[in-house]
C-alpha cells in the first residue's frame, strides 16, 4: 500500500503596502483552491494516474525571474509557507544564494485542483486534484547541460521572458532545447510591472523569432502576483500528460543523484513504465549492478517518503549506491526481476575548459580526492582523471562546461567540503599534429610536445557559434570586439527595430575568458550571449612556457595564438613579478616560446624582515609574527628555490 503523505498548509502575510496587498489578494485566492486540495490533508499518489500529472520546467534567460515564479507557484499550491523577501527556494547551495543564480536543476512536486475544460459550477473541492512536477532549471549558458536533463522529464516548458529586455541569447538557446525536445512552450512574459514593460514588443518578438502564437503569452509579474492565477490552468491544460505505461515493468530514468551524510546516495528518477516500491530489487542498465529501493518518495519540495512512486511521476529513490560513481546520470534503473530496453538517456556533456586542480597543502590530496569525488556525484558534467606537476605535486585535471562553471566548482569544494584548492590556467582542448602524423588532444599544455623528437606540425582549436543580441546602438563596438578576439560574422539581422541580432564564429579560447564581461562593457551592459560548440579550426597555437630562473613551471604553462603570445606573455611575467614576494637571492621570471625568450623581469634580492615593523621588544607579538609568516608559507608552492604565493596562480587565471 502506498504510505500517505501530509500537505503544509499555506500562511497568510499581514497586508502592509499597496503592491504587497495584490500580490497577497491574488495569492489568497489561489491558495484558497488549494487549501481545498489539501481538507484530507493526505496524499495518496495512486491518485495520480498518468492524465493527471503534468511535467513542466521553467526556462529562461539569465535573472527574467525563473525562480521568483517558481518560488511564487510554490507558495500558491501550499507546497511552501513563506513570505516576500525571502531568499529563493528553490536555489538552495550557498553558491546559488550568494552569486543570485541558479546553478542546479531543482524539481518540486506540488498539488493543484484544476477542472479540464473549466466548469465554473463545479466546486472547488469537486474539482480533480493534478500533480505537477517542477523543475526550476539554470539560465546561464555554461549550465546548459542542467537545462537539457531536465528536459528529459518533463513534456512541456515555461519559456519565461522579461518583458522590458524582451528575448535575449540564451532564451532563444533555451527555446531551441526545448523545441528540439518536442516539449509544448507555453510563452510567459513576466516582469510586466515595471515601468520599461512593453509585452506587446515582446509578443511581437516571439512570434518573429520562434514563431510562438501572440495569443498564448501569458502576461505575469512574479513580483505582485499579477496574471500568476493563469499559469498552473495552462500548465495543466495545455501540456501533455506524461507517456509510458502502467502495466510495463518498472523503468526509470536516473536525472541527478547527490550525497546525503545520513541517507547516502540519493537519486532523483522519473519513472517511466510501471511503479517502484520500497523494497523493490531494482538494477542498474549500464552496470547490471543491482540495488534494493530503501526509501521511495517526492521532493515536496524537501523530500517527502511515500514509499512508491507511479508511472509519470517524478520523485527519489535511496537504493543503498555505496559509491557515488554507481549513479550514472541518465542511466535506465529497472526492476532486477525483468529486462527492458534502456532509455536513451543524456548526451555526454562537451567539456569546453580544463584546468588543472591540486590542493592548497600537498598533504590534503586524499581529502580534496574524497571532496572531488562527491562533489561529481552532484554534478556529472564534469570530467575528472589524475595528473600530477613538478611545480604541485599531485592533484586533478577537470574538465568543465565553461569559466563560471569552474569557478563554482571551486566554490562549491570550498563552501560544501572546505577543501582548499590551486587551479591552473584554465584552457581549451587542442588538437596536435606532430612531424611523424600522430594526432593527441591537448587538455593540458605542459603535456605538449614532451616527446622530445616530436616536432608540431599543426594545430586545430575548437570554435564556438555565438548568438549575440544587442540594442541597434552597439553594433560597431561588438563587431569590433568580435574581429580582435579572430571571430568570423555569420548573420546579421534585426529583431525589431531597436535590437540587432548576430552570429559569430569564435576560436573557443577567445571568449572563455573574459568575453563576456568585456561585451557587457561596451554595450553598457546591453549584450546578451549564448554559445554552441561548432568544429576545430585550423589555427597557429603555440606554447607559452613560463621559466622561473631559468626553470619551467609546468602548472603555469598555457597555448595562446601566435600572434598574441608576446602579449601574453609580458602580461604573465609583470602579473608574477606582482605576486611573488622577494627572496633572499635574485629572481628572474621569464616568458618563452621554445628555447625563444619572449618576455622578461627581474625580481631584486631582499630579506623579507617580518619583525622589522615589530618596534620594542614585546615577544608575544614577535612571535605571532612569526607564526603568520610561517603560515603564508604554507600557502606558498616552492618551484625550485622560488616561493610562489596561491593568489599568483589565481591571478594567472585573468590573463587571456
Ligand atoms: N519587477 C520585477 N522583478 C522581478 C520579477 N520576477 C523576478 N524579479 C526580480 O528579478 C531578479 C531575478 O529573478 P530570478 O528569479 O532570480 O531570476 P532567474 O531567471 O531565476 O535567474 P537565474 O537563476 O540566475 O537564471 C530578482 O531580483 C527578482 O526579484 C517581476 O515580476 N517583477
Known amino acids: 500500500m502506498p504510505r500517505e503523505t501530509t500537505y503544509r498548509k499555506p500562511l497568510w502575510f499581514p497586508v502592509c503596502s499597496p503592491l504587497r496587498w495584490s500580490f497577497e489578494s491574488t495569492l489568497r485566492g489561489l491558495c484558497s483552491q488549494s487549501r481545498q486540495n489539501t481538507k484530507e490533508n493526505v496524499v495518496d499518489l495512486s491518485q495520480y494516474p498518468p492524465e493527471r500529472i503534468r511535467n513542466f520546467s521553467i526556462i529562461a534567460h539569465v535573472d527574467h525571474g525563473k525562480s521568483t515564479l517558481a518560488d511564487r507557484l510554490l507558495e500558491l499550491t501550499g507546497t511552501i509557507k513563506r513570505g516576500h523577501g525571502q531568499p529563493q527556494y528553490l536555489d538552495k547551495l550557498q553558491v546559488e544564494r550568494e552569486r543570485g543564480i541558479t546553478v542546479k536543476a531543482q524539481t518540486a512536486t506540488m498539488f493543484h485542483r484544476h477542472a479540464l475544460n473549466s466548469n465554473h459550477a463545479m466546486d472547488d473541492n469537486d474539482r480533480p486534484s493534478f500533480l505537477l512536477n517542477l523543475i526550476d532549471t539554470p539560465g546561464h549558458v555554461d549550465f546548459s547541460y542542467e537545462v537539457s536533463r531536465s528536459l528529459a522529464a518533463c513534456q512541456g516548458a515555461l519559456l519565461v521572458v522579461d518583458a522590458a529586455q524582451g528575448v535575449q541569447a540564451q532564451t532563444v538557446a533555451n527555446f531551441y532545447l526545448a523545441f528540439e525536445s518536442n516539449l509544448t512552450i507555453i510563452p510567459v512574459i513576466n516582469k510586466i510591472d515595471q515601468p520599461t514593460a512593453d509585452p506587446d514588443r515582446v509578443r511581437a518578438q516571439l512570434k518573429s523569432m520562434f514563431d510562438l502564437d501572440p495569443k498564448d503569452a501569458l502576461l505575469t509579474s512574479a513580483k505582485t502576483g499579477q496574471g500568476l492565477e493563469h499559469l498552473l490552468p495552462a500548465v495543466i491544460e495545455r501540456i501533455p500528460c506524461p507517456p509510458g505505461q502502467c502495466d510495463l515493468p518498472m523503468r526509470m530514468l536516473l536525472l541527478d543523484a547527490y550525497y546525503d551524510e545520513y541517507k547516502g546516495v540519493i537519486c532523483h528518477v522519473a519513472v517511466v513504465d510501471g511503479a517502484l516500491r520500497k523494497g523493490d530489487k531494482i538494477a542498474s542498465a549500464a552496470t547490471g549492478q543491482t540495488y534494493d529501493a530503501l526509501d521511495v518518495g517526492i521532493m515536496h519540495p524537501e523530500l517527502k517518503s511515500t514509499g512508491v512512486l507511479f508511472t509519470g511521476q517524478v520523485g527519489y529513490v535511496v537504493s543503498g549506491m555505496r559509491s557515488t560513481k554507481e549513479a550514472r546520470v541518465g542511466d535506465t534503473l529497472h526492476w532486477a526481476k525483468s529486462t527492458v530496453i534502456p532509455l536513451p538517456g543524456f548526451k555526454p556533456a562537451k567539456h569546453m575548459v580544463f584546468s588543472g586542480l591540486y590542493p592548497a597543502d600537498g598533504s590534503d590530496f586524499d581529502a580534496l580526492n574524497h571532496a572531488i569525488e562527491r562533489l561529481t556525484c552532484n554534478d556529472a558534467s564534469v570530467s575528472v582523471t589524475k595528473e600530477t606537476s613538478t611545480a604541485l605535486g599531485m592533484g586533478f585535471r577537470c574538465g568543465f562546461l565553461g569559466l563560471l562553471h569552474m569557478d563554482v566548482f571551486h566554490q562549491r569544494l570550498e563552501q560544501e567540503y572546505g577543501a582548499r584548492v590551486i587551479s591552473t590556467i584554465p584552457t581549451v582542448p587542442y588538437i596536435f599534429e606532430y612531424s611523424d602524423g600522430s594526432k593527441v588532444q591537448v587538455q593540458n599544455p605542459a603535456t605538449l610536445a614532451s616527446n622530445p623528437g616530436k616536432r608540431v606540425a599543426a594545430c586545430w582549436e575548437p570554435s564556438v557559434i555565438a548568438t549575440i543580441i544587442i540594442p541597434s546602438e552597439y553594433v560597431g563596438p561588438v563587431i569590433t570586439l568580435c574581429s580582435e578576439r579572430r571571430g568570423e560574422q555569420l548573420e546579421y539581422s534585426f529583431i525589431d527595430s531597436q535590437r540587432a541580432f548576430m552570429k559569430y564564429r569564435l576560436p573557443l579560447r577567445e571568449i572563455v575568458i573574459d568575453f563576456y564581461n568585456e561585451l557587457k562593457s561596451i554595450t553598457s551592459g546591453y549584450a546578451t550571449f549564448d554559445y554552441e560548440d561548432d568544429e576545430y579550426q585550423k589555427s597557429d597555437m603555440v606554447k607559452l ?74 615577544v608575544t607579538r614577535k612571535k605571532k609574527l612569526l607564526e603568520k609568516q610561517k603560515e603564508g608559507k604554507k600557502r606558498m608552492k616552492r618551484v625550485g628555490s622560488v616561493d610562489i604565493p596561491q593568489e599568483a596562480f589565481h591571478e594567472l587565471l585573468k590573463v587571456s
Open 545 to 618: 612556457d613560463i621559466l622561473l630562473n631559468g626553470q619551467p613551471v609546468d602548472a603555469m604553462a598555457t597555448i595562446v595564438h601566435n600572434l598574441k603570445a608576446q602579449r601574453v606573455g609580458r602580461e604573465l611575467v609583470e602579473k608574477l613579478k606582482k605576486f611573488i614576494d622577494r627572496q633572499m637571492f635574485e629572481i628572474t621570471i621569464q616568458a618563452a616560446i621554445g628555447s625563444k625568450i619572449i618576455a622578461r623581469e627581474t625580481l631584486s634580492a631582499m630579506r623579507k624582515n617580518v619583525l622589522a615593523k615589530c618596534y620594542g621588544g614585546d
